[in-house]
């Protein structure tokens, strides 16, 4: 059986290997490799939620597999490139200086310190934004984004929370809409929801009852 090293090794040899000898995977660039990226991601998250533990070591394995086509792309840029070791390298380096609490002498015995620790660190490594929303992908899922901005807005700027207590009167136009739905991730986040996931969930179970009734 092989080492964890010796099995990344072996992976990324092999992406080389395919970079270099499949016509296909030759005139693939970063760009053309994004849909695949986002499937392979989503792949992911349905192993987790509803697959096996087979399924996961093999969505896993798909997603690695975007990684080291990104990292061999980069590997042949002439102008500025780099390979999985250089990436590697720059991640094992942010972790470390986010975890002070595990390698130096930062102390944090909640989750909560935790946070403090990593954000201190991620703020000090980002100190060119100007705006507390750069650097939030604006690709995310419209859930998503929304519950991943509202944690970084300041609380004046965040919008009323969804109320139990609604009117029940339907939104009467599209921005309405906006609204009411800003408003109920919000609610989500206040109460350590993931917006995204009960929608996710609530669609699948739907499905359930529609094949039911099909059948």
């Known amino acids: 059986m092989t080492t964890q090293d010796d099995g990344l090794r072996a992976a990324a040899d092999t992406m080389r290997a395919v970079r270099e000898r499949c016509v296909w995977s030759q005139r693939i660039t970063h760009r053309d490799l994004v849909p695949y990226l986002i499937e392979e991601s989503h792949e992911v998250i349905d192993a987790v ?14 997603l690695l597999w975007q990684v ?80 991943k901005m509202l944690g970084r807005v300041p609380v004046s700027a965040a919008p009323p929370l969804a109320s ?20 109920l991730v919000a609610a989500a986040r206040e109460n350590g929801w993931d917006a995204e996931r009960a929608l996710r969930e609530r669609l699948r179970a739907l499905e359930h009852e529609v094949r039911a009734a099909e059948a």
């Open 49 to 62: 939620e509803t697959g096996s533990r087979q399924d996961l070591r093999e969505e896993l394995g798909d």
């Open 164 to 183: 139990g207590e609604s009117t029940g009167r339907a939104p009467a136009s599209e921005a309405e809409l906006g609204d009411a739905l800003l408003a």
């Open 68 to 147: 080291l086509f990104h990292a061999a792309i980069a590997a042949q840029d002439p102008d500025d490139p780099f390979d999985i070791d250089d990436v590697a390298a720059t991640l094992t380096e942010k972790m470390v200086r986010r975890h002070p609490h595990v390698f130096a002498d930062a102390v944090a015995t909640t989750p909560e310190e935790v946070l403090v620790h990593w954000n201190a660190a991620k703020a000090a490594e980002k100190r060119t934004r100007t705006s507390a929303l750069d650097g939030i992908p604006r690709g995310m899922p419209a859930l998503a984004l929304a519950q």
